[in-house]
């Protein structure tokens, strides 16, 4: 059976501005259908581990939210051999954890060097951008990428609050980033890395996940 690793940001707070944010409620959910529907077993946890901070609405994601509970396992107590693949939510609060976090950077690197899938969505690739692999190249550089736009985050008013342009460190890393119109369903699949623009692209990653993943999965789980 297929075992996927869902990973949810601890951060709770946007910036300076006195609001909250957290993981995009919707881009767990959808693929944790997604997933689930596939025979998948689904682990969700989230960097510092415990109840995850939310953001977005919760109507029609009841199932989603029942099995997540309220009391995840850290990222760096999971064990990335169990998995044949880790997707990475969005929401605002993974641009201030995810690049930081050394336990998810090790958690993607792994997974992916065991041959498994790496998928992210909307601002979720921002735990990607401190993944170099142990050869010592990163694992963006030269890869085609989505994720959010410049272009949606001023839409949503937040250039000046979040810590960076995701699509511009994207770019620095080397990876060719492309994106559609602003909230528009925008998924890019590179061999084993599948990468999403936004919330309307979090099922269509998840299923291009799928479709990545080898036809003899992993069995070498320790």
């Known amino acids: 059976m297929t075992a996927t690793l869902i990973v949810l940001t601890s951060h709770a707070t946007l910036g300076d501005t006195g609001r909250s944010t957290?993981?995009?409620?919707?881009?767990?959910?959808?693929?944790?259908e997604v997933f689930t529907k596939a025979g998948h077993t689904v682990t969700v946890a989230s960097v510092l581990g415990g109840d995850p901070p939310r953001d977005g609405g919760t109507d029609g994601h009841e199932d989603f939210l029942a099995a997540l509970g309220h009391d995840t396992p850290a990222v760096a107590d999971v064990d990335p051999a169990a998995f044949d693949a880790v997707f990475l939510a969005g929401g605002h609060g993974t641009m201030w954890d995810f690049p930081g976090s050394t336990a998810l950077q090790s958690l993607?690197?792994?997974v992916y060097e065991r041959g498994g899938v790496v998928g992210a969505v909307c601002h979720g690739p921002a735990g990607l951008v401190g993944v170099t692999l142990t050869g010592g190249g990163h694992l963006l550089a030269g890869r085609d990428v989505a994720g959010f736009t410049d272009e949606e985050e001023q839409a949503?008013?937040?250039?000046?609050?979040?810590?960076?342009?995701?699509?511009?460190?994207?770019?620095?890393?080397?990876?060719?980033?492309?994106?559609?119109?602003?909230?528009?369903?925008?998924?890019?699949?590179?061999?084993r890395l599948v990468t999403g623009q936004n919330p309307a692209s979090a099922t269509g990653v998840a299923e291009a996940m799928l479709d990545a993943l080898?036809?003899?999965?992993?069995?070498?789980?320790?």
């Open 214 to 222: 080898p036809d003899t999965l992993l069995d070498a789980r320790a």
């Open 108 to 110: 993607v690197r792994q």
């Open 156 to 191: 949503v008013g937040l250039t000046e609050v979040v810590p960076f342009s995701l699509q511009r460190r994207l770019e620095a890393l080397g990876a060719r980033h492309t994106g559609a119109a602003p909230w528009q369903p925008h998924v890019v699949r590179d061999g």
């Open 22 to 32: 957290g993981f995009y409620v919707s881009e767990a959910a959808h693929p944790w």
